[in-house]
């Protein structure tokens, strides 16, 4: 029987793909790294998990901060504290692409996010996800969760952009090139069905269990 000990997912901001991930991790028995992986990171940096948050996922986060900040005049709102100089995002990419290895070796886990693709790239039992949705369902999704008074277009090409110079800068990758991924998955066919679609995937083919 075809056994993959890691699952990653890639995914557009807002197109549920967290939620898609969650779910394959609950179907799996698998435990699901997402959020929970800022912590981990975190604990080796040494530094506060609000920190590592900030840059998670970020080419780099205080300049990221600063220029979001004089773009929609809101400068005040930002603090640029010691640790985000210290711990830079570059230092946190080292550290979140350890602790990814480090997750890999204990296997059975589904990662979500931080170019684990790219970071796993080459390892057989590894199965690699995109998920995506049209523009429509992501905005409404993040309005949803994010309230009216958001302006989610531009978060989700900020967020979106940030994501793609993150793969592209530390790993050389095109965050969404189909070759990096065993499956890409339209999430408008709801989360249900994805999540079907990918333990059907999972499933059908893979690597020998020893």
């Given at each position: 029987?075809?056994?993959?000990?890691?699952?990653?997912?890639?995914?557009?901001?807002?197109?549920?793909?967290?939620?898609?991930?969650?779910?394959?991790?609950?179907?799996?028995?698998?435990?699901l790294l997402d959020r929970n992986l800022i912590?981990?990171?975190?604990?080796?940096?040494?530094?506060?998990?609000?920190?590592?948050?900030?840059?998670?996922?970020?080419?780099?986060g205080w300049v990221a901060r600063i220029n979001?900040?004089?773009?929609?005049?809101?400068?005040?709102?930002?603090?640029?504290?010691?640790?985000?100089?210290?711990?830079?995002?570059?230092?946190?990419?080292?550290l979140t692409a350890a602790v990814i290895q480090?997750?890999?070796?204990?296997?059975?886990?589904?990662?979500?996010?931080?170019?684990?693709?790219?970071?796993?790239?080459?390892?057989?039992?590894?199965?690699?996800?995109?998920?995506?949705?049209?523009?429509?369902?992501?905005?409404?999704?993040?309005?949803?969760?994010?309230?009216?008074?958001?302006?989610?277009?531009?978060?989700?090409?900020?967020?979106?952009?940030?994501?793609?110079?993150?793969?592209?800068?530390?790993?050389?990758?095109?965050?969404?090139?189909?070759?990096?991924?065993?499956?890409?998955?339209?999430?408008?066919?709801?989360?249900?069905?994805?999540?079907?679609?990918?333990?059907?995937?999972?499933?059908?083919?893979?690597?020998?269990?020893?």
């Open positions: 029987m075809s056994r993959w000990q890691v699952v990653t997912i890639g995914r557009e901001y807002g197109s549920g793909g967290a939620a898609v991930g969650a779910a394959v991790a609950q179907a799996l028995g698998y435990r912590e981990r990171i975190a604990a080796a940096a040494q530094v506060d998990p609000q920190v590592a948050e900030r840059l998670d996922e970020h080419v780099d979001r900040a004089l773009r929609f005049g809101a400068f005040d709102s930002v603090a640029v504290d010691a640790g985000d100089a210290i711990v830079d995002a570059a230092r946190m990419q080292a480090e997750a890999a070796a204990e296997g059975q886990c589904v990662i979500v996010g931080r170019a684990a693709q790219c970071v796993l790239r080459g390892r057989p039992d590894v199965f690699n996800v995109f998920v995506y949705a049209p523009r429509g369902d992501r905005a409404r999704r993040l309005r949803a969760r994010l309230g009216p008074e958001v302006d989610v277009d531009t978060l989700i090409d900020d967020t979106d952009r940030e994501r793609a110079a993150y793969v592209k800068l530390h790993h050389g990758c095109d965050w969404v090139d189909r070759r990096l991924y065993h499956l890409m998955v339209n999430a408008a066919l709801g989360e249900a069905a994805s999540v079907k679609i990918v333990l059907a995937a999972l499933e059908a083919g893979g690597p020998s269990a020893s």
